[in-house]
């Protein structure tokens, strides 16, 4: 069964600052996926990882994955207010007919 | 673009009632679409999936029968909650896809309150 494992689940940190939210997922899958929630809003698309090694960036966040060890990181740098919300990673595979399966989220504050 | 348009963004109803929630692809077809329910502070559940001109695929301990689910056409999904009741008041977001296995695009979601 494939589990997606999302740490930490809340993180406080003041702007300017640098940090990692990981993902960790059971078995192997297809893609890789980073979404972004604002409060009472839908979610939306960050970035979908295919391969072992990608990387990819907008902005101050950096997403990669590392299919080998079944981890993806999203990295924040230079942490800014405007980038507090909650951060969804969900993977899919073609086993599972490609149904996400999500994370629990990790609630970012950033204060000024 | 790839843009999924979902209405209402908000509803109010009285506990009895039904409410019917649209999930629109708008610049594309969508072969499937999915509806999930999001509780508050938590991570998005599956509820269903729908392929165009079939029925709904329903996840286990979602009530097909409450959740009716329509995909008539390759742009268009609707989700009906029938005889609504306050405990499903939720966030209800529905995404779309151009085919199966393709990648998932997302309505704005839809509040529902039930009274």
């Known amino acids: 069964e494939l589990k997606v494992e999302q740490n930490p689940l809340f993180l406080s940190m003041q702007e300017g600052k640098n940090y990692t939210i990981y993902c960790n997922y059971s078995t192997t899958s297809d893609r890789l996926y980073w979404y972004r929630q604002d409060p009472g809003k839908s979610l939306e698309s960050l970035f979908v990882?295919?391969?072992n090694g990608a990387v990819k960036q907008e902005g101050r966040l950096m997403a990669s994955l590392d299919t080998k060890a079944r981890l993806s990181t999203l990295h924040i740098t230079a942490a800014v207010h405007d980038l507090s919300a909650t951060y969804f990673c969900a993977v899919d595979m073609e086993d599972s007919n490609y149904q996400l399966i999500w994370g629990a989220g990790t609630k970012l504050i950033i204060k000024p | 673009g790839a843009v999924v348009s979902q209405h209402p963004s908000r509803v109010i109803c009285k506990s009895g009632t039904s409410v019917k929630i649209e999930c629109r692809s708008l610049?594309?077809?969508?072969?499937?679409m999915f509806w999930y329910r999001q509780f508050p502070k938590k991570s998005l559940m599956l509820m269903a999936t729908?392929?165009?001109?079939?029925?709904?695929?329903?996840e286990q301990g979602v009530e097909k029968d409450k959740f009716l689910i329509n995909h008539a056409s390759l742009t268009l999904s609707t989700l009906t909650v029938t005889s609504a009741h306050p405990e499903d008041s939720s966030f209800y977001i529905c995404s779309a896809s151009r085919s199966s296995g393709g990648i998932q695009y997302f309505g704005a979601g839809t509040r529902l309150s039930v009274l």
């Open positions: 729908s392929n165009e001109g079939s029925k709904a695929t329903y």
């Open positions: 990882l295919l391969s």
């Open positions: 610049d594309f077809q969508a072969t499937t």
